[in-house]
């Protein structure tokens, strides 16, 4: 679960450079399989269905351009970081309060725990 509004396009570009970051290709608009195309040139993909966060970056041509100006800052140590941890622990990405709010809606709490046996 992510919190759309805060990570979202984080997200996006963390995926999107994936193949980048792995020395597969120089520029993500190079990788077949990525949605990069599709988000910052308007090129048809059957597969791929916008979000609305997405969307409100604009209409069509300046929407293409403000994604395209997205990755012109790459994403932080600690953002990366963030999204890593998420996906490895199963975690909702947001904020404290984000996290509560999803705790709350699904009766689980999210994080780490001691190890071994509680202690007597």
């Known amino acids: 679960m992510i919190d759309a509004e805060q990570y979202l396009l984080n997200c996006y570009r963390y995926i999107e450079m994936n193949p980048v970051r792995?020395?597969?290709?120089?520029?993500?608009?190079?990788y077949r399989w990525s949605s990069y195309r599709y988000n910052s040139m308007g090129e048809p993909d059957e597969v791929v269905s916008p979000h609305e966060?997405?969307?409100a970056l604009g209409e069509k041509t300046s929407r293409h351009r403000h994604y395209?100006?997205?990755?012109?800052?790459?994403?932080?140590?600690?953002?990366?970081?963030?999204?890593?941890q998420s996906a490895h622990f199963?975690?909702?990405?947001?904020n404290q309060r984000f996290q509560q709010q999803v705790e709350r809606a699904l009766g689980q709490k999210f994080g780490y725990a001691a190890r071994g046996r509680p202690r007597k």
């Open 90 to 94: 199963s975690m909702p990405l947001g």
């Open 53 to 55: 966060r997405f969307l």
């Open 22 to 30: 792995a020395g597969m290709v120089a520029d993500p608009s190079q």
């Open 68 to 84: 395209q100006a997205l990755f012109d800052t790459a994403l932080t140590a600690e953002q990366i970081n963030a999204i890593r």
